[in-house]
Each structure stands twice: as C-alpha cells, then as structure tokens.
Antibody, heavy 119, light 105 residues
C-alpha cells in the first residue's frame, strides 16, 4: 500500500537550514507528485511546495526564496531544504501525494515530523 | 492568492446534521476538497472535486457547491467525527481554509 514517512531533526537553531526527507513506498516518484505541507502548533495548514512527476518544482510564493524541494527517484526519497529558519517556522511538517482527479488534492499523507526552531 | 474562509467552530448534537461552509475569495469552479484532521493526526481526504467521496469514506459525508460557495455536510454526526475540517482549493496554487472545529453539544 502507499505510505509516506517524514524524517529529520526535531530541533533546529535559528538562522540554520532545515533538511527533511520523505520516504515514499507503494508508488513511483516518476509518475507521482509529492508536496510538503506544514502546520504550526494550534494553527492551520500551509502548502509549501511540490515536486512534480517530471521533476519540476513549484513553491509557495511566501517562502519561495528560502525553499528547495528535490528528489532521489532510485531511493524513493523527496527532500525539503529551507534556510534562514526562524521561530515562526516551528511546525509539524507533512509530505503528501498530490493527485489530479477533479482538481489537485492530497490523498496520501505521512504522519508528519515536528520541527522546533529554538536556540 | 485565493483566500478560503471557514467559520472557526460548530457545535452539533449526536445524530444531527453538521453543515460546514467554505467561501472562496474568487471562483475556484469545483476545485474544492475537504479534509478531516483529528487531534494529533495527519489530515485525511474526505471529499474531492467539491462532491466526490474519497475511497473508504462513509456516505454520511457529502459536499456541494461551485464557484465561491461550498458546503460540507455530515449526516448524521457520530462521536468519532470530532475533528477539525479543512477545505482546500486547487484553482490557483494550493491554499487551505483556516479550519472548522466540530464539537459535540
């Protein structure tokens, strides 16, 4: 079955770079698109960006200058890198498959990884 | 950016109908999708394309609307439905509503 699982450091210092990995099983990254979505504690969901099945990327304009999404198709890994972290970047980070059927939606989600930005 | 507006909370009695609204700042046609997020869990897709039920989702859940006004309904509400419900648009990039917390009276 389809599974996505996020991994990465739970604590990052301010101004440093966050690196997360999404390990995907049950589907191929060359025919599926994967997004990153985050959720600050007690708040709503924010779409961060997507790596499309063809390897192209799109990012939320609000964080585009700090964000990079890439992948290793041979290992079924999708990577997120975001620099210049601040306390407001403290959030649960999810990866999810982006599927197009009657519009793009997120049909498979990972359980998320909590990232705290603090010194 | 397209802004989606949801009421913050809704209290409903068990066995009754819960109706959650989502208003878009501009037309998104039928590109609205609904998610359920229980405390401490990842979101779960319930409805896609405004009214299509996701796989394995009970028929108690339904969606309607087009353009800028959308409605998500649970009928009847069960205790397990306690969660926050989010709408999401895919007409122009991807944005989520702020969520509606469903509480039981």
């Amino acid at each position: 079955q389809v599974q996505l699982k996020e991994s990465g450091p739970g604590l990052v210092q301010p101004s440093q770079t966050l690196s997360l990995t999404c390990t995907v099983s049950g589907l191929s990254l060359t025919s599926n698109s994967v997004s990153w979505i985050r959720q600050p504690p007690g708040k709503g969901l924010e779409w961060m960006g997507v790596i499309w099945s063809n390897g192209g990327t799109d990012y939320n304009s609000a964080i585009k200058s700090r964000l990079s999404i890439s992948r290793d198709t041979s290992k079924s890994h999708v990577f997120l890198k975001m620099n210049s972290l601040q306390t407001e970047d403290t959030a649960m980070y999810f990866c999810a498959r982006l599927h197009n059927n009657y519009g793009y939606h997120f049909d498979y989600w990972g359980q998320g990884v909590m990232v705290t930005v603090s010194s | 950016d397209i802004v989606l507006t949801q009421s913050p909370a809704l209290a409903v009695s068990l066995g009754q109908r819960a109706t959650i609204s989502c208003r878009a700042s501009e037309s998104v046609r039928s590109s609205i999708h609904w998610y359920q997020q229980k405390s401490g869990q990842q979101p779960k897709l319930l409805i896609y394309g405004a009214y299509n039920l996701a796989s394995g989702v009970p028929a108690r859940f339904s969606g309607s609307g087009s353009g800028t006004e959308f409605t998500f309904t649970i009928d009847p509400v069960e205790a397990d439905d306690i969660a926050t419900y989010y709408c999401q648009q895919s007409r122009n990039e991807f944005t989520f509503g702020s969520g509606t917390k469903l509480e039981i009276k």
